[in-house]
């Protein structure tokens, strides 16, 4: 059964845009490994100050994904994303069934 789910990354700012960007497209190739997809693409919010230091990192970039897979695809996305280097935090959430339908991301029952 495909779910839905929303996953926020915050890349480490002391890296360049560039460097950044692949990111981004490294854990799109990922999800995608696993057998999920992408739905749309990942809203990028750009570089922002964290509300507080962490890892003595003051600023990180956000980047918010949609994702439609199986349940429990995700697990190796979310272990790949834990020993990121660039990564600072992540958090995966999986969405009620009418919050999926209402992103357009499952089909209604």
Excluded: C
């Amino acid at each position: 059964m495909t779910r839905a789910y929303e996953l926020m990354v915050i890349i480490d700012g002391g890296i360049d845009d560039n460097a950044a960007q692949q990111q981004v497209k490294s854990i799109s190739a990922t999800i995608a490994s696993v057998g999920g997809s992408v739905h749309g693409n990942p809203d990028w919010w750009g570089k922002r100050r964290l509300a507080y230091p962490i890892n003595k990192k003051e600023d990180g970039y956000y980047v918010v994904y949609n994702i439609v897979a199986p349940g429990g695809a995700l697990d190796e996305v979310e272990r790949t994303l834990r020993i990121a280097d660039n990564v600072v935090r992540h958090k995966l959430l999986r969405l009620p069934e009418h919050e999926g339908q209402r992103r357009g991301m499952l089909a209604k029952a």
